[in-house]
């Protein structure tokens, strides 16, 4: 329960979050076409080079197989563990990048609560030719 709370107050675990399970969703889709499609294109290839060297043993034609799924895996595994680290830096970066205006919002309107009415925002972008974003208008 307070794993769950401690999720629902913090904007920036609700964006890691968004962004880890779009990844793990990414790689479920990726790894089930990679094996719905890896027989089809084995079979094709196969194929091919029975044309140009004859057909193979039934046992080699597995083995070939069996080989060419293990590094079809491989490469897939390399790939995810590679795209999860970079989407979880990226993640972190972007979070990061989000919340720290709506943080500085925060602090300004609880001192402003206190009774500290000069109490100012910063705001990127110019309010004159309407180049505010949500955030940038909020402040």
Do not use: C
């Not at 880890?20 to 094996?35: D, F, G, P, Y």
């Not at 972190?92 to 925002?121: I, K, T």
Request: positive net charge.
């Amino acid at each position: 329960m307070k794993l769950l709370s401690s999720i629902r107050r913090r904007l920036a675990l609700k964006l890691f979050l968004s962004y880890l399970i779009v990844v793990m969703v990414s790689v479920i889709v990726l790894s089930t076409a990679v094996r719905l499609v890896t027989p089809g294109a084995y079979t094709r290839h196969m194929a091919i080079m029975s044309g140009m060297m004859g057909t193979p043993p039934r046992t080699l034609e597995v083995s070939l197989f069996t080989n060419f799924r293990a590094g079809v895996t491989e490469a897939l595994t390399l790939a995810t563990l590679a795209a999860f680290v970079v989407a979880v830096l990226v993640s972190v970066f972007v979070s990061r990048q989000v919340v720290a205006p709506v943080r500085e919002m925060m602090l300004a309107s609880q001192r402003v609560a206190e009774g500290h009415y000069d109490e100012r925002v910063n705001v990127t972008g110019d309010i004159g030719r309407n180049e505010l974003d949500e955030l940038g208008e909020l402040a």
